[in-house]
Each structure stands twice: as structure tokens, then as C-alpha cells.
């Protein structure tokens, strides 16, 4: 059973997502919610999704864990957003206190889109990652590759927060196939600091959108996805779509297939963690377990 660790929802009046280009992103520039999700888990063999915040909104926090309450076999869980530099007991509270707010099962910042270079470091951070691990709730790292290094020395000074890195951290593909090789081999190095520590785990998501879009190959792709198998292993990582970001390059099923490859020289055990197996024990979602 695949149990998608990574995917989104969006309707523009509540998150307008002004990230997204109307023309070289036409292919996510609309609303996408419930039936568009049930729909490509049912092409590309998706059991169970975890939604993922899109934007620092309590209000669409609220939103996915309705949507968690009224359909729990598809989405068993949702990585929320609060503000960390507040008040984080009280905002935890009363996310789990409103509806569906057992689903909720990690807390997300959008650190590559924050204009705070150095979000990553500053007390008040620290502070609310070391309230989430008071709660036992993980903390899903989003960053552009250059952000790597600080979240390496991050997850160090914070041995008892869980972190999970989304995308692998953005490996710089598309740049190393045009010449510039500096930018994948420091990735490269990063993404061992941050493995380095054992609190951490990462996303096999997101990766086929940092190539070129028009023309990525999965050879290319392989060699990110390799090195993350070498530094985290096969107990550490997670799958998931990226739904509907992926769709700027391939098609959901595709990535899935990508993937399928990768893990094809592994024994079935294995194959069944980084497939669902690591999302249920990162994210406790022993009900899934259960809905074998």
C-alpha cells in the first residue's frame, strides 16, 4: 500500500498561492481540492495521502483537518502550520481540539519563502521546535539547497525535535545539467550533515520538479535519489508526490514509476517502508496500520 507522504490542496480564495506563474505554471494555476486528489490516488495507486500546508494560515490548517475528519482513509493525517515564534501550546491546543484535530500529526514553516534569512537560527525558532518535541509532533523542513547548511547545524542543536526534510532538499538539478556542478556537489555534502544527525528523515518528493521540466530524464533523477539512499538509507525515507506541484513536469504516475525503480533492487520489506512503512511510524499513523 503507498501511503503518500506529501501532498497539497489549495482553493485560491483561502490560499492564493501568488508563487504560481499563469503561464509556465498553467498546469497547477487553478483550485484543487478532494475529488482532484481522490482522483490521482486512484491513477497513479495511491492508498492514503498526508495533506501539507501550502501557505502560514491557521485558517487552511482548520480546513485540511476537516477534510482529514470527514475522509480519514484518504487522508489520514495533515501537516498543519502554526506560528513556532508564538504562543506554540496554546496554538497546539487548539488545532487538536477543533475538528478532526487528531489527524494532525506535524507542523511545517515555509522557511524557503520566508524573508527572514536567518529564521533557521533565531531563538524564538529553537524555542518552538523544543515545544514541538515537548508535544511529539514533528517538524517538516522546506528550504531551497542553500539553506542546507544551517539546517544541518538546526537539527544538531535540537536532538530531541523530529525533523523531516521535504524534497531532499531541493537538489539543483536542473543547474548541474547546464555546467554548474558546484551547487549539486555542495547539496550533496549538506544533505549528508543534516543525515548525519539521527533525528532527521527526508521526502523522496519534489525532485523530478528541480529539473528541467520539459525534458528531465530519470537517470539524472536517480543520482539524487541514490545519494539520499546512501547518507539517510532505506529506514529513513518517505514517499511522496507532491501533488499538484509535480504536475509541472510529470505526471504523478510517473514519479511513482521513478521511484518504483530505484526501489526495485530492494528486498520487500524495505520497499514497503520507504512506500508507506516510514510515513506511518513518522507521522503515527498506526489507523492505517490498522486499515490493512
Known sequence: MIVDAHAHLWQRHLTPQPWIDPITMA????????????????????????????????????????VADAHPRTVPGVVGWLDLHGDVETALRR??????????????????????EHWLSRARTG?????????????????????LADAAALVARHPETRFVLDHLGKPPI??????????????RDDLAAVAAAPNTVAKLSGVVTEAHWDRWDGD??????DHAFTVFGPDRLLFGSDWPVVLLAAAPREWVDVVDGVLADLAPDLRARVWGGNAVRVYGLAHVENDR
Not at 484543487?32 to 502560514?56: K, N, P
Not at 478532526?100 to 520566508?114: E, S, T
Not at 524555542?127 to 539553506?147: I, S
Request: hydrophobic letters at 50%; a negative charge.
Open 27 to 66: 498546469a497547477i494555476d487553478r483550485d484543487v481540492w478532494l475529488d482532484d486528489l481522490l482522483a490521482m490516488q486512484r491513477q497513479s495507486g495511491i492508498a492514503r495521502t498526508v495533506l501539507v500546508q501550502t501557505a502560514h494560515s491557521t485558517a487552511e490548517t482548520l480546513a485540511f483537518l476537516a
Open 95 to 116: 488545532l487538536r481540539d477543533a475538528r478532526g484535530g487528531d489527524a494532525l500529526v506535524g507542523i511545517r514553516h515555509l522557511v524557503h519563502q520566508d524573508p527572514d
Open 127 to 147: 524555542a518552538g521546535l523544543d515545544a514541538l518535541a515537548a508535544a511529539d509532533l514533528p517538524f517538516d523542513l522546506v528550504l531551497r539547497p542553500e539553506q
Open 174 to 187: 536542473a543547474a548541474a545539467g547546464m555546467g554548474a556542478r558546484d551547487g549539486l556537489e555542495r547539496w
Open 220 to 225: 539524472e533523477l536517480r543520482g539524487a535519489i
